[in-house]
């Protein structure tokens, strides 16, 4: 018996798209809506407000990808999935 065929997965290939340390449409989303509260108000409160909002963002979305590099596109897709889920706990046991 010959060994088992080994394929090389290139680690560039499926490497998570992540920015910061999160996920990158949600760290540049958060980016933009901090910026865009320190850049309207133009005081120093706001300014120390987008400032704090983003450091505690970015730690939570760094945490988040940390778990799960995708967690963002799972949850969106456990939510529309939600009406589907049956009652039991396998399709073929039937109703009781």
Same mark, same amino acid.
């Given at each position: 018996m010959s060994a088992l065929r080994q394929t090389p997965l290139y680690r560039a290939l499926h490497r998570p798209?992540?920015?910061?340390g999160g996920? +990158?449409?949600?760290?540049l989303v958060t980016a933009i809506v901090c910026g865009g509260v320190t850049v309207s108000a133009l005081n120093l409160?706001?300014?120390? $407000?987008?400032?704090?909002?983003?450091m505690v963002a970015i730690a939570l979305l760094r945490l988040m990808a940390k778990a799960d590099?995708?967690?963002?596109?799972?949850?969106? +897709?456990? $939510?529309?999935?939600r009406a589907?889920?049956?009652? +039991?706990?396998r399709p073929e046991r039937g109703a009781l």
């Open positions: 798209n992540l920015f910061l996920e +990158r449409e949600l760290v409160v706001a300014t120390a $407000i987008g400032v704090g909002v983003w590099p995708q967690m963002s596109r799972v949850y969106l +897709r456990q $939510i529309g999935y589907y889920y049956p009652p +039991r706990s």
